[in-house]
Antibody
């Protein structure tokens, strides 16, 4: 059974930093691209970014709204992907989901998400 | 940047057919996917690569993509189908894009 478990969310002050983690199991983690998607309270889904697999040299892409502030990394030995967030602002308040990306850029599996609240 | 446009809301009577549209420039040249999200839950993939259904998704869910518009069709809509639905596609310049979401009401 595929499982994705996000952790690391919480309350952070504007301008602060936070690191989210996602532990994956039930599939060959190293084969897959992994994305982060977020959802602000009462709002729609928004893509945050992607990290590719070793075959594609672990390259990353980011949404314009987070480019330069967020960094995605992965540790295939730990079946984990990470989202390092810096210079956070109120607009970054959201539930953050870790998702496995399948060919064609669709997401068959989602975690439960972790809530990040940016507030003073 | 690439955008996907969905109607904010769609209403349907139980047993009838619901259609939710998703439009975007040259969308028919890209693969589209659809997600269902019930309140307080994580999204669930219901259609991928325009018209394929994941295992466990009822046959009443179907998809199509032509003329810059992807469409999610729910035949014989049930009360349990009431949820928010999001379309999604990949654009080489923008990355992954989601539509704004459509609230499906079954009444």
């Amino acid at each position: 059974e595929v499982q994705l478990e996000e952790s690391g969310g919480g309350l952070v002050q504007p301008g602060g930093s936070l690191r989210l983690s996602c532990a994956a199991s039930g599939f060959t983690f190293s084969d897959h691209y992994m994305d982060w998607v977020r959802q602000a309270p009462g709002k729609g889904l928004k893509w945050v970014g992607r990290i590719r697999n070793q075959v594609d040299r672990y390259t990353t892409d980011y949404a314009a709204a987070v480019e330069g502030r967020f960094t995605i990394s992965r540790d295939d030995s730990r079946n984990s992907v990470y989202l390092q967030m810096a210079n956070l602002n109120a607009e970054d308040t959201a539930v953050y989901f870790c998702v496995r990306t399948d060919r064609g850029s669709y997401y068959p599996f989602w975690g439960q998400g972790t809530l990040v609240t940016v507030s003073s | 940047s690439f955008q996907l446009t969905q109607p904010p809301s769609v209403s349907v009577s139980p047993g009838q057919t619901a259609t939710i549209s998703c439009s975007g420039d040259k969308l028919d040249y890209k693969y589209s996917s659809w997600y269902q999200q019930r309140p307080g839950q994580s999204p669930v993939l219901v259609i991928y690569q325009d018209m394929k259904r994941p295992s466990g998704i009822p046959e009443r869910f179907s998809g199509s993509n032509s003329d810059n518009t992807a469409t999610l069709t729910i035949s014989g809509t049930q009360a349990m189908d009431e949820a928010d639905y999001y379309c999604q596609a990949w654009d080489d310049s923008t990355g992954v894009v989601f539509g704004g979401g459509t609230k499906l009401t079954v009444l």
